[in-house]
């Protein structure tokens, strides 16, 4: 059985209403996949299938040869699967510190400690903040926290969810790199974003997803040159 992340002819919908409609993809280990779209696409509904928060009508979801089709989220997340949502979503209330032990609070047997240290390598702007209150950050600060916050997981898998979102090009350049590297250290992502540009400068493989349904597929250099994609998804991207 292939190991990475793997879905199936998934239909995922609300009450009767459907999004998803027959979507497979793969996304493989140590790589970075991505999935492109414009809002409507079905991207947001594709992450809540995988996390099981909208289990599919049909279809499967499995992850390193397992099946997980509608588990439990916490079951899934323990199986090494993190998210990082859109929009940031940090707790406001709560300091830098707070929010980074949170990401680890589903694995008893963390050596936060280490974490911490690792997730101050990537982000040392945090650690110079681990008593302020995350709600009084900027965006691109609530972004490293975000991410760092995914990290504290030390997930096999990381999915990121427009992560350029609101943010000024400068930290949208920075947080791209920075899902670059994290990727470096062999982590698997699924990148789920807008910012054709960007992804495509560093995603291995990807998919583009139009009315809830798989319209391109291929290597970021194809999906780059592909002139009928190009036009209809990526605009002057």
Not at 19 to 30: E, H, K, M
Not at 48 to 74: C, K, M, N, Y
Not at 146 to 157: D, E, F, Q, T
Not at 159 to 168: F, N, Q, R, T, Y
Request: with cysteine.
């Amino acid at each position: 059985m292939p190991s990475g992340l793997i879905l199936e002819d998934l239909c995922v919908g609300y009450d009767e209403a459907d999004v998803l409609t027959g979507v497979s993809l793969a996304v493989r280990p140590g790589e970075i996949t991505c999935i492109l779209g414009v809002n409507g696409a079905g991207k947001s509904t594709l992450i809540r299938a995988i996390l099981s928060l909208t289990p599919p009508r049909s279809g499967r979801v499995l992850h390193d040869g397992q099946e997980i089709t509608g588990l439990p989220t916490h079951r899934i997340v323990s199986r090494g699967i993190a998210c990082i949502p859109e929009g940031r979503k940090v707790f406001p209330k709560m300091t830098v510190r707070e929010n980074l032990l949170i990401g680890a609070y589903g694995d008893r047997n963390a050596d936060t400690d280490t974490r911490l240290a690792g997730v101050f390598d990537t982000f040392p702007r945090l650690k110079e903040r681990l008593d302020q209150l995350a709600g009084t950050m900027s965006g691109g600060e609530q972004a490293m926290l975000s991410i760092g916050r995914g990290l504290m997981a030390a997930p096999k898998l990381l999915i990121i969810d427009e992560p350029s979102l609101g943010l000024s090009p400068l930290f949208v350049k920075e947080n791209f790199s920075v899902i670059r590297r994290i990727n470096e250290t062999g982590v698997t992502i699924l990148l789920v974003e807008q910012n054709v540009k960007q992804t495509l400068a560093i995603a291995h493989h990807g998919y583009v997803l139009s009315q809830g349904k798989v319209v391109a597929a291929g290597d970021a250099a194809t999906l780059r040159e592909n002139a009928e994609v190009r036009a209809a998804y990526f605009g002057k991207n």
